[in-house]
């Protein structure tokens, strides 16, 4: 069956320092990727796409990689800022549809 | 254009009722999406429309549920015979056809409660 899977464990890190998160999927060929964040109580707001042939895609302090070998991306947040903490969700498209399809997304802390 | 726009907010209401939501898109985007979250979870999809036309449902969408889009605009999105399971958040989303981008523009969501 297909799955999405991020990272399981909530992430708490340092104001300044790096948050990497990972989204994983399965049986899965998905024409984009993309990534979102949400506050609690709110609906996800839109942050990056990265499409299949991408390797790596850049906004502002995001970064994002897509590894299809591996069928993985990496989610990174550079200078985290208390601001940052959210969750993040990852999701997937095929090229033949519209919907996306949501992993569980991961909570990221950053104490000041 | 303020964004998506869903109502109510919250939503409580007893076992074997029947609950309404509205989605109102942005004006442009003829496509719109339901999804589901409950705590913990991400979205779940349950069906979307391109203008007026329903194009998939998902199988979590039950009998209990039916959702329209008359004339392509607004949405209802209709639960009948509520079961406790049915509590979550009701999420709408719109975006156009431009596959270049692919972004769901989300609302603030319908937070529903069954007693």
């Known amino acids: 069956s297909q799955k999405i899977e991020q990272n399981s464990e909530a992430l708490n890190i340092q104001e300044g320092k790096t948050a990497t998160l990972t989204c994983n999927y399965t049986?899965?060929?998905?024409?984009?990727l993309q990534w979102y964040r949400q506050d609690p109580g709110r609906g996800p707001v839109f942050l990056l796409l990265i499409r299949e042939n991408e390797k790596e895609k850049r906004k502002e302090r995001l970064k994002v990689t897509f590894d299809t070998t591996l069928k993985q991306s990496l989610f990174h947040i550079t200078a985290s800022q208390p601001a940052d903490s959210a969750t993040y969700l990852c999701a997937l498209a095929r090229s033949n549809d519209y919907k996306l399809s949501f992993g569980a997304g991961t909570t990221v802390t950053v104490r000041a | 254009d303020t964004g998506v726009s869903q109502n109510p907010r919250h939503k409580i209401t007893k076992r074997g009722q029947n609950v309404t939501f509205r989605c109102d898109p942005i004006s442009e985007h003829n496509r719109l999406y339901w999804y589901r979250q409950t705590l913990g979870q991400g979205p779940e999809f349950l069906t979307y429309?391109?203008?007026?036309?329903?194009?998939?449902k998902s199988r979590l969408l039950s009998d209990r549920f039916s959702a329209e889009r008359p004339k392509g605009s607004f949405s209802t999105l209709e639960i009948q015979r509520t079961e406790q399971g049915d509590s979550a958040m009701y999420l709408c989303?719109?975006?156009?056809?431009?596959?270049?981008?692919?972004?769901?523009?989300f609302g603030e969501g319908s937070r529903l409660t069954v007693l």
């Open positions: 989303a719109s975006s156009t056809d431009d596959r270049a981008t692919g972004e769901l523009f």
């Open positions: 049986n899965y060929s998905p024409a984009y």
């Open positions: 429309f391109q203008n007026e036309a329903q194009l998939e």
